[in-house]
């Protein structure tokens, strides 16, 4: 079963480098069952989630693991459940999922708002 599920966290390690690098942070699990990623954008695991979801993709937004409302962009994917080729398909539909909400946050700038005093 070792080898199984480190084959399944190369898998998502691998497709994670190749197609979210720039926009997902994480560290290589040396055991478990998961892989904790933090946003590296300006939206939430939450919103992320539910553009996810539309794709058949879902994971466990982070700040539901703290008993604070921090840690908004942290999330946890599951490499333990599918095989290498559903953990490849997933990760492909997240990315688009990353890009729909990127292209969102670009057309959309906040703007600088100053205090009315």
Wanted: charged share 25%.
């Amino acid at each position: 079963m070792r080898t199984i599920y480190k084959n399944r966290r190369n898998a998502m390690v691998e497709s994670l480098s190749y197609s979210l690098k720039a926009r997902l942070s994480f560290q290589v699990p040396k055991g478990g069952f998961y892989m904790w990623c933090k946003i590296n954008e300006r939206f939430s695991s939450t919103k992320l989630l539910q553009e996810a979801l539309k794709v058949g993709v879902s994971f466990i937004p982070g700040e539901g693991f703290y008993s604070t409302s921090e840690n908004k962009q942290e999330l946890r994917l599951c490499f333990s459940q599918h095989n290498q080729e559903t953990i490849i398909e997933g990760i492909c539909r997240l990315e688009k999922s990353v890009g729909r909400l990127s292209k969102f946050k670009l057309s959309n700038p906040k703007r600088n708002v100053k205090p009315i005093i």
